[in-house]
């Protein structure tokens, strides 16, 4: 046998068939990304609703916590939120714990909540556990020794216009016989959540229950600029608007609402 006749029957593709071939190739290949890139995306936005939805838990979860601690005092049977907590510029009249302002249509509204911690009676096993919007107990080295002198949380919560939940805290000291107020820990604003990324809140709106006939239940939801008496607000409500991290996709909305209603659990 020549060798041009054993090359013969060794003949390959031919140039039109390996095109062919390619081309069903590419089709497969391109087919297999499409679904891995929408498996991606599906699994991207799956975990970009999951963190949404924890970031509305537990920002709803920390604004329950603040506001039912506010006019908390560690023995009520010896002392009163009037004797423990002085008028302020934030607080109009001694014994208020609960204040805000309204932001209206543009701007989030801010919450104002206080209460007292320290010894009870100079009892160091009667020391209360409270702590502040940040997590904080008494600074180290501060005597509260309740009644004679007390320590106040005092914490405004708010959306700021990076769309981050900040609390401002002010830790103070308070001696109701000689109504002197000490600053401890001056007034210092804290990020509770938020992203350096993108604006995870949108705005933060607060409603206040307002008993206004005195059968302790509420019979009107009203913002802070309509409270005319704040020991009259027997509860909170919470609107947490979130900016919705699929907006850019079809049929999705901007931004996402969850709120909440909180009783006043201190409220005399």
């Known amino acids: ?83 423990a907590m002085p008028a302020t510029a934030l ?69 700021d216009t990076n769309g981050n939940l900040v609390c401002m805290y002010t830790g103070e000291t308070f001696n109701p016989q000689t109504q002197v107020t000490t600053i401890t820990e001056p007034t210092s604003t804290y990020t509770l959540l938020g992203s350096s990324n993108n604006k995870v809140f949108n705005q933060l709106s607060v409603l206040y229950g307002v008993d206004t006939n005195g059968d302790g239940s509420v019979d009107t939801y009203e913002n802070a600029s309509q409270v005319t008496n704040w020991s009259q607000v027997l509860s909170v409500q919470i609107i947490l608007v979130l900016n919705n991290p699929l907006a850019a996709q079809a049929g999705q909305p901007a931004t996402l609402t969850y709120s909440k209603t909180i009783p006043l659990m201190n409220h005399s």
Do not use: H, K, W
């Not at 908390?72 to 004797?83: A, G, K, L, N, V």
């Not at 309204?102 to 509204?109: K, L, R, V």
């Not at 009667?126 to 914490?155: H, K």
């Open 1 to 83: 046998m020549s060798l041009r006749s054993a090359f013969r029957g060794q003949a390959g593709y031919s140039l039109v068939e390996l095109l062919v071939a390619m081309t069903m190739g590419l089709f497969v290949m391109a087919g297999i990304l499409s679904v891995l890139l929408t498996v991606y995306r599906t699994s991207q936005g799956q975990n970009q609703t999951t963190q949404l939805a924890n970031n509305a838990y537990f920002a709803l979860n920390l604004l329950t916590q603040t506001i039912q601690a506010s006019g908390y005092i560690p023995d009520p049977t010896t002392e009163s939120t009037s004797t």
């Open 91 to 159: 607080y109009a009249q001694a014994g208020q714990f609960i204040s805000g302002t309204y932001g209206g249509t543009t701007q989030s509204d801010t919450l104002s909540v206080r209460y007292v911690s320290g010894l009870i009676n100079d009892q160091i096993g009667q020391q209360d556990t409270q702590i502040n919007c940040i997590g904080r107990g008494l600074p180290t080295g501060v005597v509260a020794n309740n009644p004679s002198t007390f320590y106040i949380f005092d914490q405004t919560l708010q959306v």
